[in-house]
Nanobody, 113 residues
């Protein structure tokens, strides 16, 4: 139900804009989040945004990544700047509602040095 896009191969220092779109309107959204999973590592939290606009970031991405939400389009975006090779991972979005937790299929971000 969530479609993530925007990943790709970029050089260190580059930028990408990841997007996650819900295929249908979701009722009772509590939070929208991005996670990432690097090869051989566990999935880790990247950023979150609440309906009131409150945002949180992992220490490793603060000041480089920006999460935003388009309420009308049920979309959550992640602007990723100043990319580093350690940011290479599959990026997943999720949307938590009062009923359940929806996950997207992931989009690959690869950063070359």
């Amino acid at each position: 139900q969530l479609q993530a896009s925007g990943g790709g191969l970029v050089q260190a220092g580059g930028s990408l804009r990841l997007s996650c779109v819900a295929s249908r309107s979701l009722i009772g959204i509590k939070a929208m989040r991005w996670y990432r999973q690097a090869p051989g590592k566990e999935r880790e939290f990247v950023a979150s945004i609440l309906p009131n606009g409150s945002v949180k970031y992992a220490d490793s991405v603060r000041d480089r990544f920006t999460i935003s939400r388009d309420r009308a389009k049920e979309t959550v975006n992640l602007q990723v700047n100043s990319l580093e090779p350690r940011d290479t991972a599959v990026y997943y979005c999720n949307i938590e509602t009062v009923y359940t937790l929806h996950w997207g299929q992931g989009t690959q971000v690869t950063v070359s040095s």
